[in-house]
T-cell receptor
């Protein structure tokens, strides 16, 4: 089965704690993305990566970090510097650039603060 | 900041009727657009991609693009309760795959 997996489905963070969200894809896609979605709002780009060992900040990168050591994996760390981390986090991937850069999404991780 | 704007709704549509959703964008250079459907608590799924001016049909869905007026619309014919969801419009912001999403329009199909 080809697709994008995210884990865990729910994640609870304590004050001052760093947490890591997993994103894995077996679609052989080059590009991967992390978005944050708050209730009633659209998706905001946190980080994206077009190739292994390279990634770029999106619109709301502060308080987050990523790595791209393997083509299949793009984990997101929510650091203690992110003061309002409660949100729905979505990982996406695409294998095209230019006009038809369709992004496909994983099932998401819901992060809650204790 | 390139913007993509949608009416948040909710758009209430009787079952069997046509739902009409609109999306406007600020970047005249935008060449292509995506419509995603997102059920409550779930991730977005692609339902339509449109590149050329005019209409593109896929089943009960029709996307319409008017580059001169900078809007793209989505029509859902014969609306079903299963079409109740939030519909997100998105446009590329560069040539490297970044998308700018609108806030989404919530559609509620009433039996």
């Amino acid at each position: 089965d080809g697709g994008i997996t995210q884990s865990p489905k729910y994640l609870f963070r304590k004050e001052g704690q760093n947490v890591t969200l997993s994103c894995e894809q077996n679609l052989n896609h080059d590009a991967m993305y992390w978005y944050r979605q708050d209730p009633g709002q659209g998706l905001r780009l946190i980080y994206y990566s077009q190739i292994v060992n390279d990634f770029q900040k999106g619109d709301i990168a502060e308080g987050y970090s990523v790595s791209r050591e393997k083509k299949e994996s793009f984990p997101l760390t929510v650091t203690s510097a992110q003061k309002n981390p409660t949100a729905f986090y979505l990982c996406a991937s695409s294998d095209e650039t230019g006009v038809s850069m369709t992004q496909y999404f994983g099932p998401g991780t819901r992060l809650l603060v204790l | 900041q390139k913007e993509v704007e949608q009416n948040s709704g909710p758009l209430s549509v009787p079952e069997g009727a046509i739902a009409s959703l609109n999306c406007t964008y600020s970047d005249r250079g935008s060449q292509s657009f995506f419509w995603y459907r997102q059920y409550s608590g779930k991730s977005p799924e692609l339902i339509m991609f449109i590149y050329s001016n005019g209409d593109k049909e896929d089943g009960r869905f029709t996307a319409q693009l008017n580059k001169a007026s900078q809007y793209v619309s989505l029509l859902i014919r014969d609306s079903q309760p299963s079409d109740s969801a939030t519909y997100l419009c998105a446009a590329p912001t560069d040539s490297w795959g970044k998308l700018q999403f609108g806030a989404g329009t919530q559609v509620v199909v009433t039996p």
